[in-house]
């Protein structure tokens, strides 16, 4: 069974996702920031990690950056798909630089595209 992070600050958007995901047959866990997250990634071991951007305690750009200094280290093979509300097109090119699998607007977002962009990420 193939494993996804999410990685969100909000609530109700976490448990939309892990339902609509677990609903799809993955194995799911959550993380309200990228604190948790970056503990979570060691041990669930994902194969995808949704990521938002804008969180307390730690935001998705600094989990990349502490992520990348692991990755350089070990052998992780998780797809990142970063999920925002961010247009910038500053922070899209910023996010670029981790070797993420894509940037998703989670306004423009409807629960089918999310479970196929999963879909295509865990069998690519």
Known sequence: MKRILI?????????????????????V????????????????????????LLM????????????????????????TLVLSNLSDPVTREDVKDYRIAGVAMKADLSPAELALAVKKLVNS
């Open 7 to 27: 990685i969100e600050d909000e609530l109700p958007l976490r448990e939309a996702f892990a339902l609509l995901l677990k609903a799809e047959g993955y194995e």
């Open 56 to 79: 307390p305690i730690m935001n998705g750009m600094d989990f990349l950056k502490a992520e990348a200094k692991r990755r350089r280290q070990k052998a992780y093979s998780y797809k």
């Open 29 to 52: 866990e959550v993380a309200e920031n990228g604190r948790v997250g970056l503990d979570k990634v060691k041990v669930f071991q994902p194969d995808v990690v949704l990521l938002d």
